[in-house]
């Protein structure tokens, strides 16, 4: 196994700079047979979801790149291999216009344990997946 980034972006600064947060769940990935489906939020995980979409929704893009905690930075990019296997699988089979953006994932850190995860395109953050049990990322603080 190469080298690993733990706890750093994959890729830093896409050139969105000062443009705001914006999202769009055109490519949610929430059928009936989606591992991580939106669809089974609970309560709490509503909660914490809002909180975290209420921080981000006021920021621009380079203030979310630099959100740190004690552990490194908190949001960033990834590619496809920071996937999982199961997340790796679940990636190749969605349409084209998603998998071409390999390059462009994006995983917000929601809590200790939960995630979103998505892809972000024209300094829009396009919304895949809710990973709340670390499923979608590989063990590396995914």
Same mark, same amino acid.
């Given at each position: 196994?190469?080298?690993?980034?733990?706890?750093k972006?994959?890729?830093?600064?896409?050139?969105?700079?000062?443009?705001?947060f914006?999202?769009?769940?055109?490519?949610?990935?929430?059928? +009936? /047979? $989606?591992?991580?489906? !939106?669809?089974?939020?609970? @309560?709490?995980? #509503?909660?914490?979801?809002? &909180?975290?979409?209420?921080?981000v929704?006021?920021?621009?893009?380079?203030?979310?790149?630099?959100?740190?905690?004690?552990?490194g930075?908190?949001?960033?990019?990834?590619?496809?291999?920071?996937?999982?296997?199961a997340?790796y699988?679940?990636?190749?089979?969605?349409?084209?216009?998603?998998?071409?953006? +390999? /390059? $462009?994932l994006?995983? !917000?850190?929601?809590?200790? @344990?939960?995630? #979103?995860?998505?892809?972000? &395109?024209?300094d829009?953050?396009?919304?895949l997946?809710?990973?709340?049990?670390?499923?979608v990322?590989?063990?590396?603080?995914?």
């Amino acid at each position: 196994m190469g080298p690993t980034r733990k706890n750093k972006p994959a890729i830093r600064r896409r050139g969105y700079g000062d443009r705001p947060f914006r999202l769009s769940l055109r490519h949610l990935d929430s059928g +009936e /047979d $989606s591992p991580w489906p !939106f669809h089974d939020l609970s @309560d709490q995980d #509503i909660t914490d979801l809002g &909180l975290l979409l209420a921080n981000v929704i006021r920021l621009s893009w380079d203030d979310i790149e630099l959100i740190k905690d004690g552990s490194g930075y908190v949001h960033g990019y990834r590619t496809v291999s920071d996937l999982s296997r199961a997340g790796y699988e679940r990636f190749s089979k969605l349409p084209q216009e998603v998998t071409d953006q +390999e /390059d $462009s994932l994006f995983r !917000f850190k929601v809590t200790t @344990d939960k995630r #979103i995860w998505g892809f972000v &395109l024209d300094d829009i953050f396009y919304v895949l997946w809710w990973d709340p049990r670390h499923q979608v990322g590989r063990d590396r603080n995914a």
